[in-house]
Nanobody, 128 residues
């Protein structure tokens, strides 16, 4: 299972760090992805990291502001969010899936790829 935490309310320009802790499954060869969903909008991929190799991908909307990292000893993935904007307001979810390396770049942001392992979501509110 996945446990997401770290959300909260912050002013525009501020920072938050989200955590996604995994338990109960073999951490190796997974792609761990942060998604977000704002009211009335579709769930979108924000950033992902592969647990083996540490390959990272980001949505264009967060490049240069968000950083994803992992601590494999703790089976935890982090999302450091800086320079937050009001449009970053959403419920953030983490998800995990074993995606073959050749497909990660083209599929990581598609929520349908993640069939089973989802965290419960953590709310991020950015006030302007």
């Amino acid at each position: 299972q996945l446990q997401a935490s770290g959300g909260g309310m912050v002013q525009a320009g501020g920072s938050l760090r989200l955590s996604c802790a995994a338990s109960g499954f073999n951490w190796d060869q997974y792609t761990i992805t942060w998604f977000r969903q704002a009211p009335g909008k579709e769930r979108e991929g924000v950033a992902c990291i592969t647990t083996t190799g540490g390959t990272k991908y980001y949505a264009d909307s967060v490049k240069g502001r968000f950083t994803i990292s992992s601590d494999n000893a703790k089976n935890t993935v982090y999302l450091q969010m800086n320079s937050l904007k009001s449009e970053d307001t959403a419920v953030y979810y983490c998800a995990a899936e074993r995606i073959p390396n050749v497909f990660v770049q083209t599929t990581w942001a598609n929520p349908l790829v993640y069939t089973n392992l989802w965290g419960q979501g953590t709310l991020v509110t950015v006030s302007s």
